[in-house]
């Protein structure tokens, strides 16, 4: 269940991965013009599901032909998660989305969007058309230590740089 001194989306790097598909791919799967920060609040929000997250997750669902009604929507979570994080289905089940820890939810939507690659015949016909470099974010540079920065920005022009360190496997979010 979600903790008040949970870490921020910031902090979690599925969300840097989220930001990046939808940077990307967010326009040929249909995604165009979500926010970074309008998410990261959705996502982090625990006293309630906005509807805006809500069809986020339903169209995603139905894009990868799930069948799912407004209603049902979490069931049809649950039962997704149970292919890919049984712990994560048994914390929706018992606690409800809108207390699942952010981690989960994160992985949730991560899982959604990857599943585009898969099921979403559309999106995937026109993925298929791009070259293996045309599909692969380039990173922003490289500083005299080896660290690798990365470069993000959605629509409303807001931007993330992370830092990554090869060395140590490890990244941050360094501007916003």
Not at 36 to 52: G, I, Y
Not at 95 to 106: Q, T, V
């Given at each position: 269940m979600a903790s008040d001194n949970e870490a921020c989306c910031e902090s979690d790097p599925n969300f840097a991965v989220i930001c990046g598909f939808l940077e990307k791919f967010g326009v040929t799967c249909g995604l165009a013009n979500?926010?970074?920060?309008?998410?990261?609040?959705?996502?982090?929000?625990?006293?309630?599901?906005?509807?805006?997250?809500?069809?986020?997750?339903i169209k995603l669902l139905r894009k990868a032909r799930k069948s799912v009604s407004s209603e049902r929507w979490e069931r049809a979570i649950i039962k997704l998660c149970h292919g890919f994080c049984s712990q994560d289905a048994w914390e929706i089940?018992?606690?409800?989305?809108?207390?699942?820890?952010?981690?989960?939810?994160?992985?949730?939507l991560k899982e959604l969007l990857e599943m585009q690659f898969d099921y979403n015949a559309k999106f995937k016909n026109e993925i298929n058309k791009l070259s293996a470099d045309e599909l692969r974010t380039q990173p922003l540079g490289k500083d005299r230590h080896g660290h690798v920065y990365w470069f993000q920005s959605d629509n409303s022009c807001q931007i993330r740089v992370y830092k990554e360190d090869p060395d140590e496997e490890t990244w941050s979010l360094v501007a916003k």
């Open positions: 979500i926010d970074f920060l309008d998410l990261q609040d959705m996502l982090e929000n625990n006293q309630e599901v906005p509807q805006e997250l809500v069809d986020l997750h089940e018992r606690f409800g989305y809108k207390k699942a820890r952010l981690s989960s939810k994160l992985r949730i």
